[in-house]
């Protein structure tokens, strides 16, 4: 290429680099690939729960002979176990790395961890039919990997908060994290028509072209802090310095190794990571058994299962942006920030638990158990105003170590909590067998909430600053900008 074809180059970057400046703010465009960053990470994860149920054969024990169906695709005669086994696995992979995720963004940066683990988690979502057809054992070792790279955006995502976004708007952005509600809503949805029409193997491609598509973008337009993003503008830049620094205590620093037995030993960051604990249990059950739920005991086809098992993650998503927004303004408005975590943890903890137990006690007609199942998770939006965005308010410089240790034990829960429901309904999936499940679910979720409000804090831990000799510290409340 000569020197005019480089010029011209030059010349159509800087263009785009100025059109870009003045359409949208760096912060904002954060804010949409967060959103849908979460959104692809669930869609690479889900695709799998509703694929399966036109993937297996029922009530057939060889795990080795294949048929075709319908749509002229390959099914697998997968027991029931082998089945709750390769949804659970993704799991261990997820528990196993989530907290190095955790590290590795607070040392590398959350540009670069968050990026590579959806391309690559894109790259084997589209090989995953033909790993299928190889063998079992090479579909479940992907799904294993598929755990441990998905598992590292989520972490990042407080880091990216307390590097992007001023203390006391940080419930609106940890919003985002739900997004991943919104990959679910579309993805369910979406796959189920494309089974019925395109077969089953259609799932993967789409969505693991999605991931790639969005991969490129994040790697263009993301960077770890407004200080090396080549775009942002000065007025920008300038304005968001500004906000952190009036909200943030003066005068401390980071201390140059991770204080770790201050962090074991601290209370707060062990109520985080019960609360979270007892969610992922509640969570990642509902979210892999879900479609199987509604197949099994509501009894409805497939193309409508995909479409009933969206509207739940709707209603999440939408309380997650009101429940984060009413924290922010009440935080603003003089109310302490661990009164308002512990508000909303009645909302996100109790009244879901409550929810739980009358859909296993109750044997409700279809429309009212499709109303339940949607208001539980619709409550369970707001933990974007409690356990989500707590590791920012008590330790911001360790923000995601935090997040991701409560995700590996949430993780370990989840998937035990996998295994629990397919050994409680190996003998038949029916309203008796599901009953002992959310009973169980919902004792889990109540004490989780209930250790919150017992252990729970709002405020900066000492250990999050370096102290220098003769230095006195203490644990401080944010306060609102000024006026």
């Avoid at 075709?68 to 027991?79: I, K, L, P, Q, Y």
């Avoid at 001023?166 to 940890?174: A, G, H, V």
């Avoid at 975590?341 to 009212?368: A, D, E, H, T």
Wanted: charged share 10%; net charge positive; hydrophobic share 45%.
């Amino acid at each position: 290429m000569g020197q005019q074809g480089k010029y011209y180059i030059i010349m159509f970057k800087h263009y785009l680099n100025l059109k870009f400046e003045g359409f949208l703010s760096c912060t904002t465009v954060l804010y949409l690939m967060i959103i849908t960053g979460c959104g692809v990470n669930y869609m690479l994860r889900m695709n799998l729960v509703i694929a399966i149920i036109d993937m297996t054969k029922p009530n057939n024990f060889n795990s080795t002979k294949l048929t075709t169906n319908s749509t002229n695709s390959v099914s697998f005669n997968w027991t029931i176990l082998q089945k709750t086994e390769i949804l659970s696995i993704f799991l261990w992979g997820y528990t196993l790395t989530v907290f190095i995720g955790g590290r590795l963004a607070e040392t590398y940066g959350a540009r670069w961890v968050t990026g590579i683990a959806i391309s690559i988690g894109s790259l084997i979502t589209l090989l995953f039919p033909l790993i299928c057809k190889v063998h079992y054992n090479f579909a479940l070792a992907s799904r294993f990997l598929m755990g441990i790279l998905l598992s590292a955006p989520f972490p990042c995502i407080p880091l990216l908060a307390v590097n992007w976004i001023p203390p006391l708007d940080r419930s609106k952005f940890t919003s985002n994290f739900m997004a991943q509600s919104l990959g679910s809503a579309i993805t369910l949805p979406i796959c189920g028509y494309f089974i019925v029409y395109l077969g089953w193997e259609s799932v993967f491609y789409l969505s693991g072209a999605v991931g790639l598509f969005w991969s490129s973008i994040w790697f263009y337009t993301i960077y770890d802090t407004p200080y090396v993003h080549p775009r942002i503008s000065f007025n920008e830049k300038s304005q968001l310095l500004k906000d952190m620094k009036e909200q943030t205590v003066n005068n401390q620093r980071k201390p140059s190794k991770v204080p770790w037995r201050s962090m074991l030993t601290s209370v707060p960051v062990w109520a985080v990571i019960v609360t979270q604990t007892g969610n992922s249990f509640y969570h990642l059950i509902y979210v892999t058994q879900l479609p199987t739920y509604i197949n099994d005991v509501l009894g409805f086809k497939i193309s409508d299962n995909g479409l009933i098992s969206s509207l739940p993650y709707i209603g999440n998503y939408i309380f997650a942006c009101i429940g984060s927004y009413l924290a922010d303004c009440i935080r603003k408005n003089g109310i302490s920030t661990t009164m308002t975590r512990k508000i909303f943890i009645v909302v996100s903890f109790f009244i879901p638990s409550i929810l739980l137990i009358i859909l296993g006690l109750q044997k409700l007609s279809y429309p009212y158990a499709v109303t339940v199942l949607i208001l539980i998770h619709s409550f369970k939006g707001c933990n974007t105003a409690n356990f989500l965005v707590n590791s920012t308010d008590i330790a911001p410089n360790y923000a995601a170590t935090i997040f991701g240790a409560g995700l590996t034990f949430g993780s370990l829960a989840g998937y035990f909590g996998n295994i629990m429901v397919g050994w409680l309904t190996k003998e038949g999936s029916n309203f008796e067998s599901w009953k002992m499940v959310f009973i169980i679910i919902s004792s889990v979720n109540f004490l989780a909430g209930l250790f919150f409000i017992l252990f729970g804090s709002g405020n900066i831990q000492k250990w999050n600053y370096e102290i220098s000799k003769g230095e006195v510290t203490k644990e401080v409340e944010l306060k609102p900008l000024k006026s």
